[in-house]
């Protein structure tokens, strides 16, 4: 009977990570100049899902990306993260403003909503995005809508996401007493880069700033999305600059002890020639070395650096 069981198990397992790599799937390296990388951590134990999403798509307005966490995790979560990535994955081609793309994938959510509870015959309240339907106020997804400009301009909607943090490598300050190196007469430097006697190498160093856009929004399925909702300017990414969104579950998660992980001293830890590929490889280590490879929540890690000139 065990080993029935355990070919069961196995047989969830390859269709849970079969509709998970469907629905997820792998981001081009590179997108309209920008270097893309992305890594999904589930806390299911029985299936390598999770209700976290993510996307990116080239599009005539501009760069337009999504990262999203679905209420709970494991495949129930599965169908709300489908219905809210696909819908995105249309609107943001077809809606010229980015509250267009929004109303959108609340939209779906609150089809998706109301089949499940049919499905599962549950009283289903008044029909609409966010009505008092009893299985609404148990799915929620919260959702950060980014839009990146040709120019590098940022506009944001924010339903109850954390927001991402912007890096950029930190000036270099010579240590006191440095000497400058001198300038050879072929035009080179003659020890350039070489620190002083008894000195060790300054290492370059990642400041780290998180993006506002202002107040966050209800999580979509919790209240309808406002009808004055309008994207909001939150900066813009300069050449040579990294964003790096994340779900809750990265900050959210603990050690042995309690204690959260420290996100954003990992990201200011790191060297600024990383790739976001092992940007998110490394942090994606640092995170399970302080969990101690147990995670109660899922994590997506989701990381763009403008590399136009």
Do not use: K
């Not at 959108?104 to 599962?120: S, Y």
């Not at 300038?183 to 430097?189: D, E, L």
């Not at 008894?198 to 919790?222: C, F």
């Not at 004055?228 to 790096?244: K, N, S, Y």
Request: with cysteine.
């Amino acid at each position: 009977m065990r080993r029935g069981l355990r070919a069961e198990l196995r047989r969830s397992q390859e269709i849970a990570c079969a509709a998970q790599r469907a629905l997820l799937r792998p981001l081009p390296e590179r997108i309209d100049g920008l270097a893309v990388a992305a890594a999904q951590l589930s806390a299911s134990r029985g299936a390598a899902v999770g209700g976290d999403l993510y996307e990116a798509v080239s599009t005539a307005y501009g760069l337009r990306v999504v990262i999203g966490d679905v209420r709970g995790h494991g495949l129930p979560a599965l169908g709300a993260a489908a219905a809210v990535l696909g819908a995105f994955r249309e609107a943001a081609h077809d809606e010229v403003f980015l509250v267009g793309v929004l109303r959108r994938m609340e939209r779906a959510l609150g089809r998706h909503v109301r089949d499940r509870a049919r499905a599962e015959h549950q009283p289903v309240g008044p029909s609409g995005p966010g009505g008092p339907q009893p299985s609404a106020a148990e799915e929620f997804v919260t959702v950060l809508l980014l839009q990146i400009g040709r120019d590098g301009s940022l506009l944001a909607l924010n339903c109850g996401h954390p927001w991402p943090y912007l890096l950029y490598p930190a000036p270099v300050r010579e240590p006191c007493g440095a000497v400058p190196a001198a300038v050879g007469a072929a035009g080179g430097r003659s020890g350039a880069g070489r620190p002083p006697p008894g000195r060790r190498p300054v290492r370059p160093r990642m400041r780290v700033t998180q993006l506002d856009g202002g107040e966050t929004m209800p999580p979509l399925g919790v209240l309808p999305v406002p009808p004055d909702a309008r994207a909001r300017a939150c900066g813009e990414l300069r050449p040579g600059q990294t964003l790096f969104l994340h779900t809750d579950g990265a900050e959210d998660a603990r050690d042995a002890a309690g204690r959260f992980f420290p996100l954003r001293r990992v990201l200011a830890a790191a060297r600024p020639a990383l790739t976001p590929a092992r940007l998110v490889a490394g942090v994606h280590t640092a995170l399970l070395r302080h969990t101690g490879g147990r995670l109660a929540d899922d994590v997506a890690l989701l990381v763009l650096r403008d590399d136009r000139a």
